[in-house]
Structures are given as structure tokens and as C-alpha cells.
């Protein structure tokens, strides 16, 4: 994680991720380990503002996303630093407009290991997210498409 759009220290944003992380690891194959070493970093996160010229799909007012994902070679979750971001449930519930980190996060990472969008409103890769809400919990659909993704081989 590196750049100056980062609304929150380092170490506030480091437990928010590794929850997130942690929701996908045990129904998947993969074990998660953050590091601020780039060169050895696998996935990469960072906070964006309007044109992000690393980026395919800036957020502009054609991009308007709170954020996007690309999975690995690319293996980068951008998030839009313009939004208004909360990592605590109770600032969540009492600031107007603004968006659970977590819960993108959550989402995001979904996109990161190869899912794409689901139609059941409860599930965590269903595209849209309202402000002030909190979903970080795998739907059974999430659950079933990531073991069809990477399916155990005992
Ligand atoms: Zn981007
Ligand atoms: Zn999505």
C-alpha cells in the first residue's frame, strides 16, 4: 500500500485488510500475509483520486466506482479516495454518505481471486454497496462459487 491518498495510518488499515482477507481464506486455497515490500507483494492496494494515470479505468465522472480490482498478473485493488471512508461501525452509522472500507474490501478481494459479480442482493459479490452499510459476511453464494473456483482436491 503506497501514496498520499490514504485516509487512515498505515496501522489503522492494516487489521481492516487482514479481516477482509481472512473472510476469503478459509473457504480458499490461500493463506494471506501483508507486507509493505512492493517487489514481493503479489497483490497490490492503494487509494486513488481521479485520474490515476496507473490506472486503465480512472475515477472520473465516467468512473465513479468506490473502487475496482484486477486480478493477478495485475493483482491491484484501487480504491477511490474521493469517497467518504469509514473503518469503524459507529462512525459508519453516524456519517451520512459514507462507506464501509471493510465491506469494499471484502468485495474487492472477491474480484482479486477471481469472481465476478453475483444477482443475490445479500451476497458479497453483488455489485452494489449503499452507503453506511456493512456486509462483510460470505453468502452461501459466495461461499459456492469461490469452491467452484478452486475446487479441494481432498
Ligand atoms: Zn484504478
Ligand atoms: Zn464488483
Redesign the pocket.
Known amino acids: 500500500m503506497e501514496n498520499e491518498h490514504i485516509p487512515f495510518p498505515i496501522a489503522d488499515l492494516r487489521p481492516v485488510f487482514r479481516e477482509a482477507f481472512e473472510t476469503w481464506a478459509s473457504p480458499s486455497p490461500f493463506d494471506f500475509t501483508q507486507t509493505s515490500i512492493e517487489r514481493i507483494a503479489q497483490l497490490h492496494i492503494g487509494f ?1 483520486k481521479g485520474q ?1 494515470l496507473d ?1 486503465p ?3 472520473d465522472d465516467l468512473g465513479d466506482f468506490l473502487a ?1 480490482a484486477f486480478y493477478p498478473p495485475s493483482g ?1 485493488l ?1 480504491i477511490n479516495a474521493d469517497k467518504i471512508w469509514a473503518i469503524d461501525p459507529k462512525i459508519l452509522k453516524n456519517t451520512e454518505e459514507s462507506y464501509d472500507l471493510q465491506s469494499v474490501a471484502v468485495h474487492e478481494i472477491g474480484h482479486l481471486l477471481g469472481l465476478d459479480h453475483s444477482r443475490i442482493p445479500e451476497a458479497i459479490m453483488y455489485p452494489t454497496l449503499d452507503s453506511q452499510a456493512r456486509k462483510v459476511e460470505l453468502h452461501g453464494d459466495d461461499i459456492a462459487r469461490i469452491n467452484f473456483m478452486y475446487p479441494r482436491s481432498s
Open positions: 486513488y490515476d490506472c479505468i480512472p475515477f475496482h491491484t484501487h
